[in-house]
T-cell receptor, first 113, second 114 residues
Framework: GNSVTQMEGPVTLSEEAFLTINCTYT??????LFWYVQYPGEGLQLLLK?????DKGSNKGFEATYRKETTSFHLEKGSVQVSDSAVYFC????????????FGKGTRLHILP | KAGVTQTPRYLIKTRGQQVTLSCSPI?????VSWYQQTPGQGLQFLFE???????NKGNFPGRFSGRQFSNSRSEMNVSTLELGDSALYLC?????????????FGPGTRLLVL
């Protein structure tokens, strides 16, 4: 079945550091891929998405490229801020409209001032 | 446009009781999905409703049920609560059931079972 694996946290970085959170997936066909972010005490917010191979999703300085050959969708940001501290979830949804979204376990990110 | 609304935001119940949670979607959104989030299991899909019909269901016992009203608002019910039902319950809504549609999540209802 479909699955998502992302790096375990917590990840602790200093402000302005470069961020990478790894995400790989297993799925048949060409799923849509997502990164969601959850700030403390809140629900999930869609951060970015990509719907086909080689697509790059981007938002708020974050980027992720849909790599079909490596089945990956790594999240990157060039210079993180304290306000980026949150839990990040990688997720996929197959093209079958009856399929649910499959989430990774989440990666907690701490940014130190 | 107002976002997804979930009520109540926090709830404390005891074992054996039942609970009903509510989700009001973004205006025009007809699909509502429910998820359970726990530290151990992460985010798990409960069920999806569209046009008042359950369209998809996750692997949860029959104690978990839901329904959707004609205005697209949805409720989920958990009967005979167990300690393990303590979780953040999230609903997510979207306009239609197409595969490309983006889901928008509410802030969640945090349920504590004592």
């Amino acid at each position: 079945g479909n699955s998502v694996t992302q790096m375990e946290g917590p990840v602790t970085l200093s402000e302005e550091a470069f961020l990478t959170i790894n995400c790989t997936y297993t799925a048949t066909g060409y799923p849509s891929l997502f990164w969601y972010v959850q700030y403390p005490g809140e629900g999930l917010q869609l951060l970015l998405k990509a719907t086909k191979a080689d697509d790059k999703g981007s938002n708020k300085g974050f980027e992720a490229t849909y790599r079909k050959e490596t089945t990956s969708f790594h999240l990157e940001k060039g210079s993180v801020q304290v306000s980026d501290s949150a839990v990040y979830f990688c997720a996929l949804k197959s093209m079958n409209r009856d399929d649910k979204i499959i989430f990774g376990k989440g990666t907690r990110l701490h940014i130190l001032p | 446009k107002a976002g997804v609304t979930q009520t109540p935001r926090y709830l404390i119940k005891t074992r054996g009781q039942q609970v009903t949670l509510s989700c009001s979607p973004i205006s025009g959104h007809r699909s509502v999905s429910w998820y359970q989030q726990t530290p151990g299991q992460g985010l798990q899909f409960l069920f999806e409703y569209f046009s008042e019909t359950q369209r998809n269901k996750g692997n949860f016992p029959g104690r978990f049920s839901g329904r959707q009203f004609s205005n697209s608002r949805s409720e989920m019910n958990v009967s005979t609560l167990e300690l393990g039902d303590s979780a953040l319950y999230l609903c997510a809504t979207k306009q239609a059931r197409t595969a490309q549609e983006t889901q928008y999540f509410g802030p969640g209802t945090r349920l504590l079972v004592l």
